[in-house]
């Protein structure tokens, strides 16, 4: 009877075993399933807040590009009726010569990129400066928003990222702009990281790993 006893325990103490380790699994995937649908749903709200985002700063632009749309063809129409105006050959030919006029709407486009970005991003300056090396940081002067190379990572942080776009904009050559993006991410706390970081500037800003 002991020995029947102790056959019977043992077979309940293998089932209790094999038990114990199909529940210890069963929990290990159980945790693994709910830290996948932890970072799942930090990816869906993320992907949800870019979205907001980009909706936003598209229905901001748009408005501003219609406007700016606006002033520019009152602007040329008005450029049109000054040269009709023109009497002398030599007068005219001066003035469509000049550079004058394309150099100032340039500096009132940017002038006018300048606003509507601070408007949306109005931390932008010292969030990136605050990914550079404290020696290296960037400071516009009081009568500008954002100097030449900060509009580059601007247009960058709106999503354009191609060189040959951000040339194009701004009228600079494609080395010119190579050249800013070498120089910054040199100047970058983190090199490698710096374009990734620069792109959650402006959201996520509790978030322990933007700096």
Request: hydrophobic share 40%.
């Amino acid at each position: 009877m002991l020995s029947k006893y102790l056959i019977a325990i043992c077979i309940l103490v293998f089932f209790l075993a094999v038990a114990i380790v199909y529940v210890y699994k069963q929990s290990k995937l159980i945790k693994a399933s709910r830290q996948k649908l932890t970072a799942l749903n930090k990816e869906l709200q993320a992907a949800n807040q870019s979205l907001v985002e980009a909706d936003h700063v598209k229905e901001e632009y748009i408005g501003h590009f219609f406007n700016l749309c606006s002033s520019y063809i009152d602007k040329l129409d008005e450029y049109r009726r000054s040269l009709n105006r023109t009497q002398k050959v030599e007068e005219l030919y001066q003035k469509l010569k000049s550079t004058e006029f394309l150099q100032k709407e340039l500096k009132s486009l940017y002038d006018h990129f300048d606003k509507v970005f601070i408007g949306l991003y109005p931390d932008f300056v010292h969030e990136i400066n605050e990914l550079l090396l404290p020696e290296e940081r960037i400071t516009p002067k009081h009568n500008e928003l954002l100097t030449p190379e900060l509009r580059v990572y601007a247009l960058i942080r709106l999503g354009i990222t191609d060189n040959a776009q951000i040339a194009d904009f701004l009228r600079y050559s494609m080395s010119t702009i190579y050249n800013y993006r070498t120089k910054m991410r040199n100047k970058a706390i983190v090199r490698d990281q710096f374009e990734e970081k620069l792109m959650r500037i402006g959201k996520l800003k509790n978030d322990p790993d933007l700096y």
